[in-house]
T-cell receptor
Framework: NAGVTQTPKFQVLKTGQSMTLQCAQD?????MSWYRQDPGMGLRLIHY???????DQGEVPNGYNVSRSTTEDFPLRLLSAAPSQTSVYFC?????????????FGPGTRLLVL | AQSVTQLDSQVPVFEEAPVELRCNYS??????LFWYVQYPNQGLQLLLKYLSGSTLVESINGFEAEFNKSQTSFHLRKPSVHISDTAEYFC?????????????FGTGTKLQVIP
């Protein structure tokens, strides 16, 4: 199994540009989520999905969109990039939405918005 | 709302010395507790977790954590650290909200092992 994969690894955007961060998992996991990691702030939940066709907002959803058309894929869209969105983005998945499950993280996408 | 506090942002320790990374949480309901480790330029991976039963849980690489309900703590310990333990460690708490998993992460503690 490849686990959780993310593309691209690095990205530089100009303010106002849009882009999609890709996330895929091959473990047949129901639950997928997106986090951003900023220095001194830990991980903050952006959006999550409990199954195909079901998504919901996390702690910091503004400026981001998600959709889940398949079990495997959970892309994150930046609608109009802002410097405040410079961060490291992690996608994670788990077998089910229940609280006891281990989350499996991708390697991250490092985004710089100029 | 749940919160997780990791009091130390950085912990320097000499190789082969013991270390304790502290984690406290606030919760009025039952929780599940996790420690994740992040090596440089990588994603997070599970180190150990407490779900129920014995309050002392261990990882395969010598770390252990003890769930203390009265003090709402889940401190991570290792009796003798190695250079390879240099990483950032995140404490996490999960709780139910509408039946779905909601995870709250601490701000992380960077462990720097000094040769």
């Amino acid at each position: 199994n490849a686990g959780v994969t993310q593309t691209p690894k690095f990205q530089v955007l100009k303010t106002g540009q849009s882009m999609t961060l890709q996330c895929a998992q091959d473990m047949n996991h129901e639950y997928m989520s997106w986090y951003r990691q900023d220095p001194g702030m830990g991980l903050r939940l952006i959006h999550y999905s409990v199954g195909a066709g079901i998504t919901d907002q996390g702690e910091v959803p503004n400026g981001y969109n998600v959709s889940r058309s398949t079990t495997e894929d959970f892309p994150l869209r930046l609608l109009s990039a802002a410097p405040s969105q410079t961060s490291v983005y992690f996608c994670a998945s788990s077998y089910s939405p229940w609280g006891r499950e281990t989350q499996y993280f991708g390697p991250g996408t490092r985004l710089l918005v100029l | 709302a749940q919160s997780v506090t990791q009091l130390d942002s950085q912990v320097p320790v000499f190789e082969e010395a013991p270390v304790e990374l502290r984690c406290n949480y606030s919760s009025s309901v039952s929780v599940y507790l996790f420690w994740y480790v992040q090596y440089p330029n990588q994603g997070l991976q599970l180190l150990l977790k407490y779900l129920s039963g014995s309050t002392l849980v261990e990882s395969i690489n010598g770390f252990e954590a003890e769930f203390n309900k009265s003090q709402t703590s889940f401190h991570l310990r290792k009796p003798s650290v190695h250079i390879s333990d240099t990483a950032e460690y995140f404490c996490a708490v999960t709780h139910f909200s509408g039946g779905y998993q909601k995870v709250t992460f601490g701000t992380g503690t960077k462990l720097q092992v000094i040769p």
